[in-house]
């Protein structure tokens, strides 16, 4: 006897399962099989167990059984705590490249219109003079500046409301490496399971895939460090030391990850042992 | 294969991903689909209207609406949630479609709706393949066909594709499927190859 989705059966003789779609994914859920000796079933199985009469009402119920189990799976999927953090991570970085962009681009044109104007030996940031144009400037320039200026204001508070909640879905990494960068990691690796999988020496190069790449493709040296070279002990460490800093660092986030998955809570001594040990590399040890 | 000229169609309701119409045929293309590509680049195997197909890796559901328009039923597996929604609403309005979220390499996550097939099909992008068609070759009947699309840039970025197409080939026959084509699906696909087997009659694992 084999257990399939309508029931068991085998050997001609067939018993039948509860007829009733929702119940049929149900079981569809628990059953466990082994795929040792697996016999795919015989669709005629399923009218000698009563649970259909026909090829096509065969067909009709797998199909009403199978798209309750797939809505149930994809609403699985969207439930886990990391998936819309996800989603906030890639559109924080999307702002940020299209507010640079757009910033640049008004600030060219904003000089064609001023032949007079340059930017060099200023002090004034971008941001204070795209508020300028954003004032002065007349027609489409100026509107477009208003643009920027609230597509920034925009993207502060979506960075707040990323870190907030990295704090909350990654415990353990946001108080190792920060918020922000722990909630790029986690976009980068694909959620909070895939990161909670990978190695450290994985974690360490994320988001250096260019060089990673041109590295296994060619002989040039391997990279030091991806997305964690935004932490600043990683990019304040001196040249030389900055690969070893990363190494450490990342040693102790793919610990941090395995907590926050499995636990889902800071764990208090293993962040201080962590910080003791990353804090000690660029000190007394070297 | 249907064909109005040498343009390669499939009959059945449009607009599922905006294709374009010819004849009141649905125009597949090959460089959207990789199946289509395999039709222009190569043979093949003909779909006809008794199959029932085995397909790994449905994705958005775009080759998959194709397929189901020549093929008694599909079986559509698909792993990810979000290309998932997509393949749900094609398959609501194809009442030949059994869309399946689970994990092609894991056949026990599917294996209780699975009926004997006589073809399999696999397009998903991961580094083991052969591994991933091999374990499923138990829902195959014996004297069903095999199409594999082969990312070889998915396999092993390391290695040129050629090697990769060479050591998939040789897997596959290691196996004990007879490879009766192996084309690349260029000018369509880049580093692309698609490999066409046969099942032994004699049955194998």
């Not at chain 1, 309508?6 to 466990?32: I, K, S, W, Y």
């Not at chain 1, 997305?227 to 002990?233: D, L, S, V």
């Not at chain 2, 084509?181 to 190859?193: G, M, Q, R």
């Amino acid at each position: 006897m084999q257990s399939y989705w309508f029931g068991d059966a085998g050997d001609g003789r067939c018993q039948a399962a509860d007829g009733n779609p929702v119940a049929l994914a149900q079981r569809l859920e628990t059953l466990q099989t082994t795929m040792d000796g697996f016999i795919p079933l015989r669709w005629e199985d399923a009218i000698a167990c009563g649970i259909c009469s026909d090829r096509a009402g065969y067909l009709s119920l797998l199909r009403e059984v199978c798209f309750i189990r797939a809505e149930q799976r994809i609403r699985e999927e969207y439930a886990g705590k990391d998936t819309e953090l996800l989603q906030m991570v890639r559109t924080l970085d999307e702002m940020d490249e299209v507010i640079n962009l757009l910033s640049e681009r008004v600030a060219e044109w904003h000089q064609v219109r001023h032949p007079t104007f340059s930017r060099k030996y200023r002090r004034t940031p971008a941001h204070i003079q795209i508020r300028r144009i954003s004032e002065k400037g007349r027609g489409a320039l100026g509107k477009v500046a208003v643009q920027v200026e609230q597509l920034s204001a925009a993207r502060t508070d979506l960075a707040k409301e990323v870190s907030l909640r990295a704090t909350r879905v990654l415990p353990n990494t946001s108080a190792l490496i920060g918020g922000l960068v722990a909630a790029r990691l986690m976009a980068h690796a694909g959620g909070l399971l895939p990161l909670s999988r990978l190695p450290a020496s994985a974690i360490q190069v994320l988001g250096a895939r260019t060089a990673l790449f041109s590295h296994l493709r060619t002989k040039s040296p391997p990279p030091k460090h991806g997305i964690i070279f935004q932490h600043r002990r990683v990019h304040n460490a001196p040249k030389d030391l900055r690969g070893k800093v990363a190494r450490v660092l990342a040693g102790k986030l793919a610990i941090a990850a395995r907590l926050d998955y499995y636990r889902g809570v800071a764990v208090p001594e293993f962040l201080d042992r962590a910080q003791e040990r990353i804090d000690r590399i660029g000190g007394t040890e070297s | 294969m249907i064909r109005i000229g040498d343009v390669l169609v499939s009959r059945g309701e449009g607009g599922v991903y905006g294709e374009r119409m010819l004849g009141g045929a649905r125009v597949w293309d090959p460089f959207r689909s990789k199946l289509a590509a395999l039709y222009y680049a190569g043979t093949g195997i003909e779909l006809a209207p008794e199959m029932k197909v085995l397909y790994l890796g449905a994705a958005n559901g775009t080759t998959v609406s194709h397929v189901a328009d020549y093929v008694e039923v599909v079986y559509a597996v698909e792993f990810a949630p979000r290309p998932m929604q997509d393949l749900l609403e094609v398959a609501r309005r194809r009442d030949n479609i059994v869309p399946l979220m689970a994990d092609a390499s894991r056949p026990e996550q599917y294996a209780p709706v699975m009926e004997a097939v006589d073809l399999l099909y696999q397009d998903v992008a991961q580094p083991d393949q052969a591994k991933i068609l091999i374990r499923n070759c138990v829902f195959l009947k014996p004297d069903g066909k095999v199409i594999l699309m082969l990312k070889t840039r998915s396999v092993d970025i390391r290695k040129s594709p050629d090697e990769v197409f060479r050591e998939t080939i040789e897997r596959l026959a290691a196996f004990g499927l007879e490879v009766i084509e192996s084309t690349w699906l260029s000018p369509y696909h880049k580093d692309h190859a698609a490999i066409v087997c046969k099942k032994h009659s004699k049955g194998v694992a």
